[in-house]
């Protein structure tokens, strides 16, 4: 089984090569001129924070499975980052955020190194910090920790380079 997601030109069906383009190989048609372009994967994530604590999701499926994790996920076509973030908070913690600054962008690697695309990470707060989270989606289980509380078993550099910060920031004050 080749390497290439694509095999065959989208337009006109020929079979596609692997030539030079603007100093990278590139999927294209030689007869009718067609290049794949591969569009990186784009995901976010919230540094949700209410009373000195920030709300974390054990991740229910891979990658990460039963390791803890910011809410997050993947955006859809033609969705803004904010909305994509609200989207995903709702689904795997039950609550409404107001999404804040950006606090990092991060790369997303797989396991053998190679780049998927970016994690962007946003400071939010609940919108009402009475509402207890309820996992679902990805999660099996959503809840708030404080700064000295958090689970070691984190899943992703963003997470762990995240809370490192905001335990440093919060354990200072």
Not at 90 to 108: D, H, K, N
């Amino acid at each position: 089984m080749s390497q290439h997601l694509y095999q065959f030109c989208p337009r006109c069906a020929h079979a596609l090569e692997d030539r030079p383009f603007e100093g990278k190989m590139r999927r294209t048609c030689p007869a009718c001129g067609f290049i794949y372009f591969p569009d990186p994967k784009v995901a976010v994530v919230a540094l949700i924070e209410a009373d000195a604590r920030v709300l974390l999701i054990r991740r229910a499926v891979d990658p990460g499975r039963g390791l803890w994790a910011l809410p997050g996920g993947y955006m859809d076509a033609g969705e803004l980052p904010d909305a994509a973030l609200r989207r995903e908070v709702a689904e795997e913690a039950g609550i409404e955020i107001v999404v804040g600054a950006l606090l990092e962008i991060f790369p997303m690697v797989n396991g053998a190194g190679r780049s998927l695309g970016i994690v962007m990470a946003f400071h939010a707060r609940p919108l009402d910090p009475l509402v207890q989270p309820i996992a679902g989606d990805d999660a099996d289980t959503a809840a708030w920790f404080a700064a000295a509380e958090t689970p070691s078993a984190l899943a992703f550099d963003s997470t762990q380079r995240l809370l490192a910060r905001w335990q440093a920031r919060v354990q200072s004050m």
